[in-house]
């Protein structure tokens, strides 16, 4: 398992809102500014699914990053199974009007551990700019 974590200084409320919501989540969803996501779709439940689009701003590769949820506790917790049978956890732990987030991950087999962890950060890091900024 491969773990991230961000410190927001934004109230857990704000925090979920932002990671879920698919108008917020098509603005920080990229590790790299040639990268978009022009388009999200998440049913925030227990058995829900969601699909984030993922795409190079030049058109060249683009892919969907999509799963099921297994459970879901508003402002607390997320975990879900993504397409490949991988599975992700995430915790929201606010306290004082900021926010720590931690992600854990299970790695695919195709690229190195340290590129995925750099890849999950730098897309957290993303969020935690937007959220703060916003």
């Given at each position: 398992m491969v773990t991230i974590?961000?410190?927001v200084n934004a109230p857990v409320e704000k925090v979920w809102e932002y990671w879920n919501e698919p108008k917020h989540v098509t603005q920080w969803n990229n590790a790299s500014d040639d990268w978009h996501s022009p388009k999200a779709e998440n049913?925030?439940?227990k058995g829900g699914a969601f699909?984030?689009?993922?795409e190079a701003k030049d058109g060249g590769f683009?892919?969907?990053f999509a799963g099921v949820y297994d459970d879901v506790t508003p402002n607390q917790h997320i975990s879900y199974t993504m397409g490949d049978?991988?599975?992700v956890s995430t915790e929201f732990a606010g306290?004082?009007?900021v926010t720590e987030i931690t992600s854990t991950?299970?790695?695919?087999?195709?690229?190195?551990?340290?590129?995925q962890k750099g890849g999950w950060q730098a897309i957290l890091d993303n969020f935690k700019k937007y959220t703060e900024n916003h």
């Open positions: 974590a961000a410190t049913d925030l439940r699909n984030y689009r993922m683009g892919f969907d049978g991988r599975t306290k004082d009007g991950f299970e790695a695919e087999t195709e690229n190195p551990v340290e590129m």
